[in-house]
């Protein structure tokens, strides 16, 4: 072979070896500006008199990201999210949200890491930044979410995959959402192995075991959950695909120094009910001197968890639906059971215009636990139209509704708005070595 030959292999082997390996670092800028009107900020009952409020949004986002294509990726999404109310001045916020996400692959196995921190208040009940506990109360509570979670996917062979994955989360309330809305502070660990086989061209098998552990130490209150799933995935077609998730849970639970009776000091125990009206043991009674008599109590509780979802698109249309039951920690110390089912509908009419439907309704229930204040109904209607102005610029119009229930003291309300909202997309700065 002659020396020219050489080279040219060289330099070609060079530049394949350089493009397979090159590492991509980019940053990609926005910027959301947002007006809306809303006829009841507060979510609040028409007895308790709804306050509306013309509103301003600055939503400002960056992501930083970087690859090396079949080797590693990483990316870290910052988000902040200004809203003022022009009439409610108390109800304003300024939220924060991160969530880092990275990625080390080899021919069997990939190893990620995930990581998230979310400052955001009640009164946000924007869909991709809701506050699980908005409209629940009337007051301005602060919401702090910490987690990270780090996996292992192991590629046995062609046809079957094993996932490890772990969980931390740490949860915690403003001093106004303790003292007056009895939210509180909480921290929860869980540990989740899945294994699924391609059975055939279309039908994948598998199962999901999971553990998780919560505590919330400022009620004594702890819990233990662990589920068992049978998975199946159904493709339909290359656009379609059918997933069901079926199994059960055993909750067990423990319920520290709880008053279960009065001491009075030499007549002896006695009921609660009997020496108080409020139910809880006073200092005195008739002069008596009293003392608590305080118990551990464990709990139970075994149910079914369910989780379904098909989805399904074109070149112009995309589709999800998605149902599920599952226990999640409550925000008031104590586990809750959520039923849910969402709609997401999106049409994209011309390569300008598009349009989405969300439909979206879910239900929560106090299984163990002393506080059911937050359980809820909840229903909610989002509509919107979009329209590209050009590869930056973004114009899109939203209608939401939102209407739901306070289970405890069966409290309707209701709150209509209406949005108008501005996207600039900044051209993303990359560089490539």
Same mark, same amino acid.
């Given at each position: 072979?002659?020396?020219?030959?050489?080279?040219?292999?060289?330099?070609?082997?060079?530049?394949?070896?350089?493009?397979?390996?090159?590492?991509?670092?980019?940053?990609?800028?926005?910027?959301?500006?947002?007006?809306?009107?809303?006829?009841?900020?507060?979510?609040?009952?028409?007895?308790?008199?709804?306050?509306?409020?013309?509103?301003?949004?600055?939503?400002?986002?960056?992501?930083?990201?970087?690859?090396?294509?079949?080797?590693?990726?990483?990316?870290?999404?910052?988000?902040?999210?200004?809203?003022?109310?022009?009439?409610?001045?108390?109800?304003?916020?300024?939220?924060?949200?991160?969530?880092?996400?990275?990625?080390?692959?080899?021919?069997?196995?990939?190893?990620?890491?995930?990581?998230?921190?979310?400052?955001?208040?009640?009164?946000?009940?924007?869909?991709?930044?809701?506050?699980?506990?908005?409209?629940?109360?009337?007051?301005?509570?602060?919401?702090?979410?910490?987690?990270?979670?780090?996996?292992?996917?192991?590629?046995?062979?062609?046809?079957?995959?094993?996932?490890?994955?772990?969980?931390?989360?740490?949860?915690?309330?403003?001093?106004?959402?303790?003292?007056?809305?009895?939210?509180?502070?909480?921290?929860?660990?869980?540990?989740?192995?899945?294994?699924?086989?391609?059975?055939?061209?279309?039908?994948?098998?598998?199962?999901?075991?999971?553990?998780?552990?919560?505590?919330?130490? &400022?009620?004594?209150?702890?819990? +233990?959950? #662990? /589920?068992? !799933? $049978?998975? @199946?995935?159904?493709?339909?077609?290359?656009? =379609?695909?059918?997933?069901?998730?079926?199994?059960?849970?055993?909750?067990?639970?423990?319920?520290?120094?709880?008053?279960?009776?009065?001491?009075?000091?030499?007549?002896?125990?006695?009921?609660?009910?009997?020496?108080?009206?409020?139910?809880?043991?006073?200092?005195?009674?008739?002069?008596?001197?009293?003392?608590?008599?305080?118990? &551990?109590?464990?709990?139970?509780? +075994?149910? #079914? /968890?369910? !989780? $379904?979802? @098909?989805?399904?698109?074109?070149?112009?249309? =995309?589709?999800?639906?998605?149902?599920?039951?599952?226990?999640?920690?409550?925000?008031?110390?104590?586990?809750?059971?959520?039923?849910?089912?969402?709609?997401?509908?999106?049409?994209?009419?011309?390569?300008?215009?598009?349009?989405?439907?969300?439909?979206?309704?879910?239900?929560?229930?106090?299984?163990?636990?002393?506080?059911?204040?937050?359980?809820?109904?909840?229903?909610?209607?989002?509509?919107?139209?979009?329209?590209?102005?050009?590869?930056?610029?973004?114009? =899109?119009?939203?209608?939401?509704?939102?209407?739901?229930?306070?289970?405890?003291?069966?409290?309707?309300?209701?709150?209509?708005?209406?949005?108008?909202?501005?996207?600039?997309?900044?051209?993303?700065?990359?560089?490539?070595?």
């Amino acid at each position: 072979m002659s020396f020219k030959k050489v080279v040219f292999h060289t330099l070609v082997l060079s530049v394949c070896y350089g493009h397979v390996n090159a590492a991509e670092w980019k940053i990609e800028p926005s910027l959301g500006l947002s007006t809306q009107y809303n006829d009841n900020v507060r979510m609040r009952t028409e007895a308790n008199n709804p306050e509306s409020s013309i509103g301003y949004t600055v939503d400002p986002r960056v992501n930083f990201a970087a690859e090396e294509q079949g080797l590693w990726n990483m990316s870290l999404n910052a988000r902040g999210k200004l809203t003022r109310f022009q009439d409610i001045e108390d109800a304003d916020s300024e939220n924060v949200f991160i969530s880092f996400d990275a990625v080390r692959q080899t021919e069997r196995f990939v190893l990620s890491l995930k990581g998230s921190y979310s400052d955001n208040t009640n009164f946000d009940t924007d869909f991709d930044t809701k506050n699980i506990d908005s409209g629940l109360f009337d007051d301005k509570t602060v919401r702090i979410n910490k987690s990270v979670s780090p996996s292992l996917r192991w590629n046995s062979s062609q046809s079957s995959v094993v996932i490890f994955s772990l969980s931390a989360t740490e949860t915690s309330y403003d001093e106004l959402g303790i003292s007056s809305s009895n939210l509180r502070d909480s921290k929860g660990e869980s540990a989740t192995i899945q294994a699924y086989w391609q059975m055939y061209e279309k039908h994948t098998l598998g199962y999901t075991i999971s553990y998780s552990k919560n505590e919330t130490p &400022d009620v004594g209150f702890s819990s +233990d959950t #662990t /589920v068992l !799933n $049978l998975d @199946y995935t159904y493709k339909l077609s290359p656009q =379609s695909e059918l997933k069901l998730s079926v199994g059960g849970r055993r909750l067990d639970s423990l319920t520290s120094n709880v008053a279960v009776a009065c001491d009075l000091e030499g007549f002896g125990p006695a009921p609660i009910e009997e020496v108080s009206n409020t139910g809880v043991c006073p200092d005195s009674f008739l002069g008596i001197p009293v003392t608590p008599i305080l118990e &551990d109590i464990p709990g139970n509780d +075994d149910g #079914t /968890v369910v !989780n $379904l979802s @098909y989805s399904t698109s074109s070149e112009k249309i =995309s589709q999800r639906f998605g149902a599920s039951r599952n226990v999640i920690p409550s925000s008031t110390g104590g586990v809750q059971e959520l039923q849910s089912a969402s709609y997401n509908f999106n049409f994209t009419s011309t390569e300008r215009l598009s349009s989405a439907l969300l439909l979206d309704a879910s239900e929560t229930k106090t299984i163990s636990g002393v506080d059911s204040t937050n359980d809820r109904s909840q229903y909610r209607i989002e509509s919107s139209v979009a329209y590209k102005i050009d590869r930056n610029w973004r114009l =899109s119009f939203r209608y939401r509704y939102i209407e739901q229930n306070i289970t405890d003291i069966d409290a309707d309300s209701k709150s209509n708005a209406v949005f108008v909202n501005l996207t600039l997309n900044w051209p993303k700065l990359a560089t490539t070595y």
